[in-house]
């Protein structure tokens, strides 16, 4: 199993949420860039970034790491740790944006709008 958050883990995890049974309707309503920041921390020495476009092609959902993409929908940054947290459902995410543990920057509208 590869590890987080290396590039494996995050191609991982794009074909995870590809193959959900909502990915279809989910990323109908959330297509677009979304960029993941993982900030040193913990056993991580060095900075990760990660773009994933979610789309739609054909009626079907795809979820793909990109480079260099133009623009991004969300922007979300944490530490090493929290992104842990996160993962294994340790962290809400509501109260840590609220104490700034947890960073979003960009279309949160749809973020928030989304069902």
Known sequence: ?????????????????????????????????????IEPGGPLAERRQYDVALALSDGAATVRRVDNPERHRVTVRTDYPRWQQLLRGQLDLGPAMLFGRVRLRGDLAALLNAR
């Open 1 to 37: 199993m590869p590890t987080f958050p290396s590039a494996e883990w995050i191609d991982g995890f794009c074909r995870e949420l590809e193959g959900h049974p909502r990915a279809v309707h989910v990323v109908g309503e959330l297509g677009g860039v979304y960029r993941f920041i």
